[in-house]
Each structure stands twice: as C-alpha cells, then as structure tokens.
C-alpha cells in the first residue's frame, strides 16, 4: 500500500473543494428560508397579538378559539405553502448540485489512483464511467433526495401547530407574550431549514462516494480496495477516528458514516509488481492514522471528541479503539458507523 501524506494531502484538498460545493448549495436553501420567514412574519405577529389580547384568566386561548382566529388562520396556510415550496425549491438546488459531486468522485479516484501509481501512473489504463451509468446515479441520488425532503414540510408545519396552540403565559403585557410565541415559531420554522440542509449535505456526500464506488469497480484491473480517511480537528467523531485507516474490498460501499460525515474513500492500488513494475521501488507508507492523531492530542482535544467518561475507559482499557465505532441501521437511509453508547461498550 503507497498512500503517503501526498496522497492523503490531495485528498483533503479535494474534500475543502467538496464542502465549498455543498456549503454553496446549502447557502442558496439557506437564503431561500430567511426571505420565506420575512414574508410571514408580519402575518404571524398580527395574529399573535389578536391571540394574546384574548387571553383570561385561564391563559392562552384555547384551541377552538385559537383555531377560529381569521389572523391566524391566514398565517398558518401561508405558511405552510411557503414551507411547502421552500421543500420543493430545496430538492431543486440539490439535485442540481449532484452532478459535480459525483464528477467529483470520479475525477478524485482517478487522481488519488494516479498519485500512487509510477510517473503518475504511466503505462496503466483507467476507465471512465459510462454517460448511462452517471444517469443512472443522478436519478438514483435524486429518488433518494425526494423521498427524505417529502415529510420535511408536513414535520414543521405541525410543529409550528402545536407551538402556537401551546401558546404562553400572556402576563400584563400582550406585546412580550406576542414576540415571545413569534421566536418560538421562527424555530419551529427554521427547524425545517436544519434538516432540509442536513439532508443537502448527505446527499451529496453520498453521492460523491456512490460515483468513487462506480468508478473503483470499473477498475479493478488497477485497485485493490479503498482507505478510510477522515479529517482531523478537534469537531472530528470518535467514530470516524476508529475507522481511519482501515482497508476495505473495492467492493465495499463507504465510507458510510454518520449524517454529514466528511470521510473520505482513498483509492488503493494493487502493488507495482502485480501491475507490471517488478522492477520499481514502492514509497514507504509515511500517513498517520486517527488513532495515532489523537494520542497526539491534548487532553481537552481529547475529551471533546469521546467525552471524559470514554476518554478514561480507553485509557484504563476497559475500552478499545475497536469498541467506539458502530454500525446503525436505518430503515429509511442506510447503515451509518457511529459512536457506540459507553454502556454498550464497557
């Protein structure tokens, strides 16, 4: 295996280039939300202030006459069309935004490849995806990206729902108790746009990784497997640290971490004499894994990425690095590699 610090440099400059692609996209949703919020506020604080002038001694209206509320009503339905086209306008901007990554993955494998290769790889083929097989994938990605955005709508509408039928405790001041329910429902509002946009940047991470898997598997005739490689800072999930590193079977789909995950799949060649350089030398593997990069670490590093009750079971061994990651099934996703609950562990 050559995967030098060469090679795992280049990668990481293609991972920030993958996150400004994504960061644009999730920028554009983003901007979308605010100037929707804008336009139903006015709505929303007329109608908070009829709702909070009709508050007894009881409190908040009921729900019967907080339903019946013409202001109110007017603010929900507006509402929930804005939510859902910002739904719609959200898997737009995705699906628009598949393309390059899975370009993306392809053009990173290739190079990763190249690098490890000698001179660059001269001498040995690489095969290019079919144009069919990259339909394939953008329509694949963009079934997957609908059927996630589908509930996203209906979720925060009724959210927002019960927030307001919830209501608060009025007091002597209408006002307050108005801008009070109107930050409230801005979150509820906004809790939509944390997971349209969460689900932007998994999507198109799973889709760089599904044109990386693609391209791998028409080159088997140059790759032996694929590295996992994370990147390291101190907001880097113990999970992904365990995992770094391992080598898996070209075969092998990943790498399948969490939601956002920024790992990436580091191409890894057969050896130089198995593609026809019996005579050349290979570079010494000089990387570092995660395990070693965080032994590294100073200890508040250190308890921000396992906690402290962790941190203590590996150092005691009562814990092993084998133990943090684990694999989560999700019916309506896929597996994903987490950190493993302590209690399960030790």
Not at 31 to 39: I, M, P, S
Request: proline share 5%; glycine share 6%; charged share 25%.
């Amino acid at each position: 295996m050559t995967v030098t610090n060469r090679v795992l440099g280049v990668s990481r400059s293609a991972r920030v280039k993958l996150d400004q692609t994504v960061d644009a996209a999730t920028a554009k949703i983003a901007k979308a939300w605010a100037a929707a919020w804008d336009e139903v506020t006015d709505e929303w604080r007329e109608a908070l202030l009829e709702l909070a002038s009709m508050a007894d001694d009881d409190g908040w209206p009921a729900r019967y006459a907080a339903l019946r509320v013409r202001r109110a009503q007017v603010a929900i339905e507006h509402t929930a069309e804005q939510l859902d086209r910002l739904s719609q306008q959200a898997g737009v901007t995705i699906v628009r935004t598949v393309p390059d990554t899975i370009s993306m993955g392809e053009d990173v494998t290739q190079r990763l490849a190249a690098l490890q290769l000698p001179r660059s790889g001269a001498g040995v083929s690489w095969t290019r995806l079919n144009p069919r097989a990259i339909d394939w994938m953008i329509t694949r990605t963009t079934q997957q990206i609908e059927s996630t955005l589908w509930p996203l709508s209906q979720d925060a509408q009724a959210v927002m729902r019960q927030t307001l039928l919830r209501g608060v405790i009025v007091g002597d001041n209408p006002r307050d108790a108005a801008d009070l329910m109107l930050t409230r429902l801005r979150g509820d509002f906004n809790g939509g746009l944390a997971r349209a946009e969460n689900i932007a940047r998994t999507e198109l991470l799973d889709s760089l990784r599904y044109a990386a898997l693609e391209s791998r598997r028409e080159n088997r005739d140059v790759l032996a497997g694929w590295r996992w490689t994370c990147t390291y800072n101190a907001r880097t999930c113990g999970a992904c640290l365990a995992m770094d590193g391992q080598v898996f079977d070209l075969d092998t789909p990943g790498p399948y971490g969490h939601q956002s995950c920024r790992c990436v799949a580091v191409p890894v060649p057969k050896s130089w004499a198995d593609l026809g350089f019996p005579g050349m030398r290979e570079p010494a593997d000089d990387t570092k894994t995660g395990r070693e990069w965080f032994d590294e670490q100073p200890e508040r590093t250190q308890v921000g990425i396992l906690g402290r009750k962790r941190l203590d079971a590996l150092r005691s061994g009562r814990l092993t690095w084998d133990d943090i990651p684990q694999v989560r099934q999700n019916p309506n996703w896929r597996p994903s590699v987490v950190v493993a609950p302590l209690d399960a562990a030790v």
